[in-house]
């Protein structure tokens, strides 16, 4: 019998865990990756940020639609074409 080790982040979990810790992992590097591509976009004339919504059936079939100002929106999705 052969040993099979999950690792996710450094940190061991069982067989059993795997799918939703990788899952998971996956959602918070989706996360971090739009934060670091978007995260300081501010709208000109109010300040407010944008506001992403991501969803999808599975972590490799995704969309992500982008509420705010025209001018936001449209900085959003130059910069993730750019960076993603």
Do not use: C, H, Y
Not at 16 to 23: A, G, I, S, T
Not at 29 to 49: E, F, W, Y
Not at 51 to 57: A, E, F, H, I, M
């Amino acid at each position: 019998m052969i040993d099979i080790l999950f690792e996710i982040n450094g940190r061991k979990v069982s067989s059993r865990q795997f799918p939703n810790e990788l899952e998971k992992a996956v959602a918070k590097g989706i996360r971090d990756k739009l934060t670091r591509a978007v995260g300081n976009i501010r709208d000109p004339m109010t300040g407010k940020s944008p506001k992403l919504k991501v969803t999808g059936r599975s972590l490799d079939k995704f969309s992500i639609k982008v509420e705010g100002s025209s001018e936001v929106i449209s900085e959003v999705e130059r910069r993730l074409a750019k960076n993603w």
